[in-house]
């Protein structure tokens, strides 16, 4: 392993949230992303093929230390934790309103879902899975709201571009249905 793997490693290691290319960047302005990411991508190949029950995967927008998969259950048991807290049916399809149609607004997500969302958007602003971006510039200057770097991370995507598309999601529930 070159001294540039090891301090990545240590850089993730350290790291409270998933460590961005930006945030590499600023610790080590010499080094190119180019050098970086070839880096990056050899040391998690690394840990996935070695004997370790570490590996490093992409997630959240950056880099992260996690357990492999096998070794799940009895983290878990340690822990005494449950792998995610539960969201709430109306909370999911808030979530969702706001992960397609971002920036979105309280009325706009309340069009879309046909219900009043209120309760939903304050649950999701407090596991901050949303955040407020802004005011629209209309009638009342209504809060707009995005989802988070949490998001991401809580359903594994390393951006927004991850999400299903339409097509597949239309393909999921006729399968569903059949």
Do not use: C
């Not at 070794?71 to 807290?85: S, T």
């Not at 939903?120 to 602003?125: N, V």
């Amino acid at each position: 392993m070159n001294e540039l793997a090891r301090i990545l490693e240590a850089l993730i290691f350290i790291s409270v949230e998933p460590l961005t290319m930006d945030k590499i960047g600023e610790v080590l302005p010499e080094r190119s992303e180019e050098e970086i990411g070839a880096a990056l991508t050899a040391l998690a190949a690394e840990f996935e093929s070695g004997p370790r029950a570490i590996r490093l995967v992409q997630t959240g927008g950056g880099w992260v230390f996690s357990t492999k998969p096998d070794f799940d259950p009895p983290v878990r048991k340690l822990l005494q934790i449950e792998r995610r807290k539960k969201l709430s049916p109306a909370a999911l399809e808030t979530l969702s309103a706001v992960a397609y149609h971002q920036p979105a607004t309280a009325p706009e997500i309340m069009s879309i879902r046909g219900v009043d969302s209120t309760t939903a958007l304050h649950t999701l602003l407090e596991n901050k899975l949303l955040k407020i971006s802004g005011r629209k510039d209309a009638p009342g200057r209504p809060l707009l709201y995005r989802t988070t770097e949490k998001f991401l991370a809580y359903f594994g995507l390393n951006s927004l571009d991850d999400l299903p598309k339409e097509e597949e999601l239309r393909k999921i529930l006729e399968e569903g249905n059949a």
